[in-house]
């Protein structure tokens, strides 16, 4: 017999999180070198693209080739910035950051680019992150045990910490930095894109496995980086390529270098930028992540197939699929759900009232196309199996009379350790529940998952990718109890260091405001 299947024990973090029941979005890093241009304007506009990625924090850092600026604040980015307040921020590169957190607490003072003091030079370095580096605790104790203090609880600042304590004043700024990546890369292996800004260059690097996305661009004599590559059509860039695994790309006054700090055994990228993450109009491994998810759906039909008389996409991020899915199986598509964009994207917690409204707060059915018809639901992914039954319930009050859901990936299995903010073992339900005991807890006449082989078939992308959320086969060894807040411990405030540090990486850092609600703007030296 089978057994109910009852919400997870561990509760949303987020209070709006049971109405959007989908792994959460990574972040994205923009990064341009332009001194013909107004970076900042031209960094929120890329962040503003990248918003998708992440709607906890924004930040932007600019150069103005002697000291940096950066100014952070919570929220979207357009609550950040706007043209004129970035276009204050004058320089002639910068680097842009949106925010999802997956290690350190959505707070203020875990908003990036962050700044820390090169205990090499004396100068500044801004760096931004997106990923999740799976042994940051083990490394934070490595550098406490050395004397380095930390003001966030994020494994970004453990990262540049680690990187920046390497470096010999006789050996030239190229092959510092060179040095130092080699041995970030060899003993920090994921997960991680970066962009780095001094006062005189851009960084950009990739982890060893290429889980995070990074692309490169160029427009005129800019050069441009960012998570994906509709933030460089925003600009009008062209797309060179991707940064390669174990990559770091440096650009200054004399153009851009490639120096490949180490060489990966076997790329790992995230197969979720596929099926999810990745803007639609995007371009991964050589292919708009619209084919990709079209392509989806229709290896979804040719495996579950269906007698049913319209298709139709859970929306957003399910709209292609269940294009894909209808041009396959000859069934009709239409639009059966509007749904309310801004749910969701707010820091404002529903009272018992909205939450009593389920489903309907975000989703809005159609009877107009689904009373009296047999109805294909195709969706990306069920994480917790939260949603997906208000969404059942939803079409069928509509009148639909039959329902069939179509997932258009694998069973989710296995937690993300390396950005994405999944769930638990225990509040995966495909981890705990049968495909026949989730078709009853959602209340469909019949439930189908596309296979890892079909998955495949439909990416073309061999070998280099990430499918450990499906199968365990994770590409790094991982802590499996890994939570989000890992990192955040009680914090020793760092204390200004001599210009020449010993190498320990604990320089100190500008002062932030423990306020939640503001923005920070903070100076940084003139270059010596």
């Known amino acids: 017999m089978h057994q109910p299947i009852t919400e997870p ?8 999180r049971e109405l959007d029941d989908r792994p959460r979005e990574a972040c994205g890093v923009f990064g341009i070198w332009a001194p013909e241009v107004d970076v900042a304007v031209e960094t929120f506009y890329g962040i503003h693209t990248l918003q998708h990625r992440g709607q906890e924090s924004a930040g932007i850092c600019t150069t103005d080739g002697r000291k940096l600026t950066v100014k952070t604040g919570m929220g979207l980015v357009a609550q950040v910035f706007d043209e004129q307040s970035a276009a204050e921020l004058e320089g002639i590169a910068a680097i842009g950051h949106t925010r999802y957190s997956t290690t350190g607490a959505s707070r203020f003072r875990n908003a990036q680019p962050i700044l820390l003091d090169d205990p090499l030079t004396g100068e500044q370095v801004a760096v931004a992150h997106n990923g999740n580096v799976v042994n940051a605790a083990q490394v934070r104790v490595e550098l406490t045990e050395s004397g380095a203090t930390f003001e966030t609880s994020t494994d970004t600042e453990v990262l540049a910490k680690y990187l920046l304590q390497f470096g010999d004043e006789e050996t030239d700024a190229d092959a510092v930095w060179e040095n130092r990546f080699s041995a970030l890369m060899r003993h920090i292996e994921v997960a991680y894109s970066l962009v780095l800004l001094t006062p005189d260059r851009l960084m950009a690097a990739r982890d060893p496995y290429g889980v995070r996305p990074l692309c490169i661009g160029q427009v005129g004599g800019r050069y441009v980086v960012a998570s994906e590559t509709c933030a460089l059509d925003q600009l009008g860039a062209t797309l060179l390529r ?16 490639s120096y490949q700090a180490i060489f990966p055994a076997q790329p790992a990228g995230c197969v979720f930028e596929h099926i999810y993450f990745a803007r639609p109009d995007s371009i991964l491994d050589g292919q708009a ?12 039909a040719r495996e579950h197939p269906a007698d049913a008389d319209v298709v139709i996409g859970v929306p957003d991020s399910a709209t292609a699929h269940a294009i894909g899915y209808s041009s396959e199986s000859g ?12 749910v969701g994207r707010t820091f404002i917690s529903p009272d018992q009232r909205l939450r009593d409204l389920g489903a309907h707060l975000k989703y809005n059915p159609m009877p107009s196309v689904l009373a009296g018809r047999r109805v294909v639901v195709v969706d990306d992914t069920i994480v917790r199996g939260t949603t997906t039954p208000r969404i059942v319930k939803l079409i069928r009050e509509a009148g639909a009379t039959e329902i069939h859901m179509r997932i258009a990936a694998p069973p989710i299995q296995h937690p993300c350790h390396f950005g994405v903010d999944m769930a638990t073992r225990q509040e995966l339900i495909a981890a705990r529940h049968t495909v026949e005991e989730i078709r009853q807890h959602l209340g469909a006449d019949s439930l189908g998952y596309l296979s890892q082989d079909g998955l495949q078939r439909a ?54 405001s423990g306020r939640s609600d503001e923005t920070m703007v903070a100076l940084a030296p003139e270059r010596r």
């Open 242 to 257: 991707e940064v390669r695994p174990g990559e770091l790309i440096t650009i200054d006054e004399r153009g851009m270098r």
């Open 459 to 512: 990416l073309s992308l061999g070998k280099t990718t990430c499918l450990a959320c499906f199968n365990g086969d994770y590409p790094v060894s991982v802590q499996t109890d890994f939570e989000v807040d890992t990192l955040s411990v009680p914090l020793v405030t760092a204390q200004p260091q001599p210009a020449n540090g010993n190498g320990n990486g604990n320089g100190s850092s500008p002062r932030r």
């Open 331 to 342: 069934i009709p598509y239409s639009e059966g759900l509007v749904k309310n964009r801004y």
């Open 9 to 16: 024990e561990t509760p949303p973090s987020h209070p709006l």
């Open 289 to 300: 992540a619209w084919q990709s998810r079209s392509q989806l759906g229709v290896e979804l």
